[in-house]
């Protein structure tokens, strides 16, 4: 027999043989621990074996799944809190070479950014890590990031200091181009992407542009980068079309582009993501 209690929002589970007093102390000390660490508990196990405290303790998983509502999207009073906190963790330029003091051999192709995020799950399926480019011509109403119109604005560093923190984990399924405009950089993202795709990972970019118009382009990097892309979320965000319950969109008129499909049929081809499916065997029942 076991009492159920919560401290703090955290489940305890706890032996009838301890005291709620004691309780509360352990509870409050391992908070107190996983805090330092910068980890959440939910859920504490406290038993007690001759004269000593077995103290079980789960972790809060640090991935949430969340719907993306931002990024070509919605207003800004329809941001979510795990999508704020992304926008704040974003910097001018998270250089982890820097961090981790590693030499990094520079390739003399500049990029313009306007930040890093590392293991998103806003920004595509899966854990990805994303690079958002500085500049943007489209300047669509209700953009979520126009700091990164300013073609002047943002940081220009060598495509190494980007390259060397990709992918940032080995949980990491993707790389994500956004901004401002990727296609405005097309030739420094070629690069990237060439090198990216390398290491096993597939790439997503969202542009303004729609699918007929980076194929009219006259910028023949564009079709490079285009060629290198597995999806492009295509289209200007309209605030008039915006739909939250779109997955990895926000309006209506944007569409998720398998690019491969689309360039060898010469037709549009959505992207559908994929479902797995557990199959059940048949059981007997009595008629």
């Keep these: 027999m076991s009492y159920v209690t ?17 309780v509360q102390t352990l509870v409050q000390e391992e908070i107190a621990h996983f805090s330092q660490t910068g980890k959440r508990l939910s859920k504490v196990e406290i038993d007690i074996d001759g004269e000593d405290y077995v103290i079980k303790s789960w972790e809060v998983s640090p991935i949430r799944r969340i719907r993306r509502i931002t990024g070509y999207l919605a207003p800004t009073d329809s941001w ?19 961090r981790n003091r590693l030499a990094v051999q ?10 890093m995020v ?15 480019v500085q500049g943007c011509p489209h300047r669509c109403a209700g953009c979520q990031n126009p ?9 220009e560093v060598d495509i190494a200091n980007v390259l060397v923190s990709l992918p ?12 401002g405009e990727p296609f405005c950089q097309a030739a420094a993202l070629v690069e990237v992407a060439r090198q990216v795709k390398a290491r096993g990972l597939d ?17 023949p990097a564009v079709k490079r980068l285009l060629v290198l892309a597995d999806v492009v979320i295509d289209g200007r965000f309209v605030q008039a079309e915006a739909d939250l319950s ?34 059940i065997p048949p059981r007997r029942v009595a008629v």
């Design 80 to 98: 979510n809190s795990a999508k704020l906190s992304e926008l704040r963790d974003r910097v001018i330029h998270h250089n982890l070479a820097a």
């Design 106 to 115: 520079e390739t003399g192709i500049r990029l313009r950014l306007n930040g």
């Design 147 to 155: 700091g990164s119109w300013d073609f002047g604005g943002g940081t």
């Design 168 to 179: 940032s984990s080995p949980l990491v399924s993707g790389i994500t181009f956004s901004g």
């Design 6 to 22: 919560y401290v703090d929002g955290v489940k305890i589970v706890y032996s009838p043989f301890v005291s709620e007093e004691e």
């Design 203 to 219: 790439i997503w970019v969202y542009t303004g542009y729609t699918w007929e118009e980076l194929l009219a382009h006259p910028d």
């Design 246 to 279: 779109l997955p990895f969109r926000g309006s209506r008129n944007q569409r998720l582009i398998d690019v491969k499909k689309s360039l060898q049929t010469g037709r549009v081809i959505l992207w559908e993501q994929k479902s797995y499916a557990m199959e």
């Design 118 to 132: 590392y293991e998103s799950v806003v920004d595509g399926p899966g854990l990805r890590d994303v690079v958002f």
